[in-house]
């Protein structure tokens, strides 16, 4: 429940009351999207429930002001990127009016939609994979794929916790988690707000293919671990770790095996088998997610 009083702490203070109260109840909420002019949405694992009131310009601002602790000037580079993750782990989303120049986001201005994506750890969730990525005692390059809002991150997450502390007389190992987007660890002010395990360190917010060698060169990973693969950048940069001796453990957008395997900078990964398992997550139609195992050849194992 920490996670979501947080959120009842950056709300309108006219829409507390009705909040708390839906929070309390439904224990599956994933987002919270906000929209001027429109009823406040929220979404369920498996619906959404809407608020009659609609979000005014005022209500917008006075979240802006809880957001940044009454600073908006002090997150003007998360803003910015688009996110911003606060305390709890819960991450938001901005869209509004963008500033470019050269090419590039200058600022963001004039923010009228938010998206609150609730820190749902679920711990555990991971352990029937962990045979499969583990092979003779050690663990192999495995990427876990999904289409979009499955929970591959979430699943990255606890195979990482469960790595790093050693379970099921596993020998524990060293992982350094390459959190671009925040969306692992939930890095605030540094500090992870999600269990990664006792032997993950965290290079936040920075580009995979930095973040990646800035790991090998510092930290002395036997794991790297990394969220949201793509394009020859990425590709070559888990390549040159893979070579170097590092194990990889990351995630890719994707509607099936063969889509991704196809894909810029995967495909030459996969024709020299450098990742050892594909795991496809899946959501059933009752809601419930199941996973495919595939050996480096793409050959289903389970």
């Not at 429109?38 to 009659?52: A, H, S, T």
């Not at 591959?152 to 099921?168: E, F, P, Q």
Request: hydrophobic share 35%.
């Amino acid at each position: 429940m920490k996670q979501k009083q947080e959120i009842i702490h950056i709300m309108p203070v006219r829409l507390r009351m009705k909040l708390e109260q839906i929070l309390r109840e439904q224990e599956d909420l994933e987002e919270i999207r906000i929209r001027i002019g429109q009823p406040v949405e929220l979404c369920c694992q498996n619906k959404e429930i809407w608020l009659k009131e609609c979000i005014t310009e005022e209500d917008l601002e006075e979240m802006l002001t809880f957001i940044s602790k009454y600073s908006i000037y002090a997150y003007e580079e998360e803003i910015r990127q688009g996110y911003l993750t606060i305390e709890g782990g819960n991450r938001i989303g901005f869209a509004g009016q963008v500033r470019m120049k050269d090419g590039q986001v200058l600022r963001m201005t004039n923010i009228r939609f938010l998206n609150i994506r609730i820190a749902n750890e679920k711990k555990g969730c991971a352990v029937d994979l962990l045979p499969w990525i583990y092979q003779g005692g050690e663990i192999v390059n495995t990427l876990l794929i999904s289409p979009p809002g499955i929970g591959k991150t979430t699943y990255l997450r606890d195979c990482i916790r469960l790595i790093s502390d050693g379970v099921a007389g596993r020998t524990a190992k060293k992982v350094c988690i390459i959190d671009e987007r925040s969306e692992i660890a939930a890095c605030h002010l540094g500090v992870p707000q999600n269990d990664v395990g006792k032997r993950t360190d965290v290079i936040d917010g920075c580009l995979k293919r930095e973040g990646m060698r800035m790991a090998l060169r510092s930290m002395s990973p036997d794991i790297i671990a990394v969220d949201e693969l793509g394009g020859r950048e990425d590709g070559r940069a888990v390549e040159e770790m893979i070579l170097c001796g590092c194990k990889i453990l990351g995630t890719m957008h994707g509607e099936s095996i063969r889509q991704v395997i196809q894909t810029a900078g995967m495909e030459e990964l996969y024709q020299k088998k450098l990742f050892e398992r594909y795991i496809f997550l899946r959501k059933t139609k009752d809601g419930k997610r199941a996973c495919e195992i595939y050996d480096k050849e793409c050959d289903r194992l389970c």
